[in-house]
């Protein structure tokens, strides 16, 4: 069965701090992909990757950074979390080959909480 | 990525067939509709694409209109774990990024 992992279900972190959410795929995609969910918003993408340490800005980039050095593993950074990042975290991955090539797998998500 | 207008929520019968219309008026021609569904505390999950002929799987149907202008995913026979937002999304073939709108929620009543 194919798998999405993401490190935390939900995780609360104070303003200012840095905040790691990693994310895990064993279908050696190429792709992967972070977004964020907020309630009337729908998900928007913030960063996806093509290739390891490759990375490209979604529509939402602001505040955050990722970081892919590995095929399987990608890598969402706030560098000092603040309020308004307040929001449900989905990772998702993909392969631009062959007719997969159409079908995000997603994982659980993480609910992140800044205070 | 063209836009795409659904219904913000919809009911159906427990048993019945499910119809859910989309609007994507501005499609281009190698644009393909894409349908996924994001069940309560759960990531997206993939049910089904086309771009001009109707399209059948094990999940539901995908009813294209001619123009291409309009389409409807219509899930056969609804259960109870069909409950869910559903995201109707215009997209090249291929396109890495979708961008996901705010989609129909879907609410079945036993």
């Known amino acids: 069965d194919v798998k999405v992992t993401q490190s935390s279900r939900y995780l609360v972190k104070r303003t200012g701090e840095k905040v790691f959410l990693e994310c895990v795929q064993d279908?050696?995609?190429?792709?992967m992909f972070w977004y964020r969910q907020d309630p009337g918003l729908g998900l928007r993408l913030i960063y996806f990757?093509?290739?390891?340490?490759?990375?490209e800005k979604g529509d939402i980039p602001e505040g955050y950074s990722v970081s892919r050095e590995k095929k399987e593993r990608f890598s969402l950074i706030l560098e000092s979390a603040s309020t308004n990042q307040t929001s449900m975290y989905l990772c998702a991955s993909s392969t631009p080959s062959g007719r997969a090539r159409e079908t995000q797998y997603f994982g659980p998500g993480t609910r992140l909480l800044v205070l | 990525d063209a836009k795409t207008t659904q219904p913000p929520s919809m009911d159906c019968a427990e048993g019945r067939a499910a119809n859910l219309p989309c609007n994507h008026s501005t499609i281009s021609g190698n644009e393909y509709v894409y349908w996924y569904r994001q069940i309560h505390s759960q990531g997206p999950q993939y049910i089904i694409h086309g771009l001009k002929n109707n399209e059948t799987n094990e999940m539901a149907s995908l009813i294209i209109t001619e123009d291409r202008k309009s389409s409807t995913l219509i899930l056969p026979h609804a259960t109870l774990r069909d409950t869910a937002v559903y995201y109707c999304i215009a997209s090249n073939f291929g396109n890495e990024k979708l961008t996901f709108g705010t989609g129909t929620r879907l609410t079945i009543i036993p």
């Open positions: 990757s093509y290739d390891v340490k490759m990375k």
């Open positions: 279908m050696d995609h190429e792709n």
